[in-house]
């Protein structure tokens, strides 16, 4: 089979930076699926691993993708050749930047029906941050009751911050302020459901209170954290037991909350949405999620 392999950190212009070979096609193990890549997307986790992780021989890389299963190992239950997948694969083993690849049946779902292979191979890491970062680092409950939070979601354009909108929006009762600059940012970020924006090159302070939200319970911090930071910490309502300050940093999480500082890793793939917790308004496809 055809990959695309790297087998050390050099610049992305150098010609063996990335470059394609063929390879032994994979045998899956009792629990994997053997699969037929049809599409793929980019995630920081591939440039951070190529720039870091010199491997001893040439390494695939890859995490999301969408595809056939071609066959199934002798202790998968729940697929079938000719079902359609899509999920996130794992770091210690070859990727999805691959014509066959092995994945763990585990961490594997059927690819919904109402998008595209490369819409949807835009979505597993997204999605599975985003889901995670609002409903368990975070802790914001599910449902439309209100309970007077109030998200702030710094970032909000990119590839996490738009999934992290629409599911706030739409499956919980928080009011949700984004951060955007241009324009065509600030369109993006409404029409995925903030309630509010604010213009990130701006103190935030001001433009919270002339839209009177005097304080905000939980923030969501993308990108810069550390030129925000400080007026993180000044939004955050006081004395409040829900109050929590989530970013990314490196492929972790880290949490300031009432109760003190803590660092979190990412918590493995077959404990969150889509992979095997159903979500809460039912199938992936159900929240028809938009990507820019």
Request: charged share 20%; glycine share 8%.
């Amino acid at each position: 089979m055809k990959a695309i392999v790297y087998k050390e950190s050099l610049q992305i212009d150098h010609p063996e930076a990335l470059y394609e070979i063929e390879l032994p096609a994979p045998q899956p193990g009792p629990r994997d699926l053997l699969v037929r890549v049809e599409a793929i997307s980019v995630n920081p986790v591939d440039y951070k691993v190529r720039q870091n992780m010199p491997p001893p021989s040439p390494r695939v890389l890859g995490w999301d993708a969408v595809g056939e299963v071609v066959s199934v190992g002798e202790s998968v239950t729940g697929f079938e050749p000719g079902d359609r997948v899509w999920y996130a694969g794992a770091l210690d083993r070859p990727g999805s930047n691959a014509e066959l690849q092995c994945v763990d049946a585990r961490i594997v779902s059927r690819a919904p029906t109402s998008l595209s292979a490369p819409e949807a191979a835009a979505l597993p890491l997204t999605a599975i941050t985003a889901w995670e970062l609002l409903f368990e680092r975070l802790g914001i409950a599910p449902g439309k009751a209100p309970r007077g939070e109030v998200l702030l979601v710094s970032g909000a354009a990119g590839g996490v911050g738009s999934i992290l909108l629409q599911l706030a929006s739409r499956l919980t009762g928080a009011t949700v302020i984004a951060t955007a600059g241009r324009a065509e940012s600030r369109a993006w970020v409404e029409s995925l459901g903030a309630h509010h924006v604010v213009d990130y090159r701006e103190p935030l302070g001001p433009q919270l209170a002339a839209l009177g939200v005097p304080a905000v319970t939980h923030v969501a911090s993308l990108t810069h954290t550390d030129q925000y930071f400080s007026q993180f910490v000044e939004l955050l309502a006081p004395f409040d037991t829900q109050l929590r300050l989530t970013w990314l940093l490196a492929g972790r999480y880290f949490e300031m909350s009432d109760d003190g500082s803590h660092d979190y890793a990412i918590g493995s793939l077959d404990e969150t949405w889509p992979c095997s917790t159903p979500s809460p308004a039912g199938s992936a496809n159900e929240l028809q999620i938009e990507q820019d």
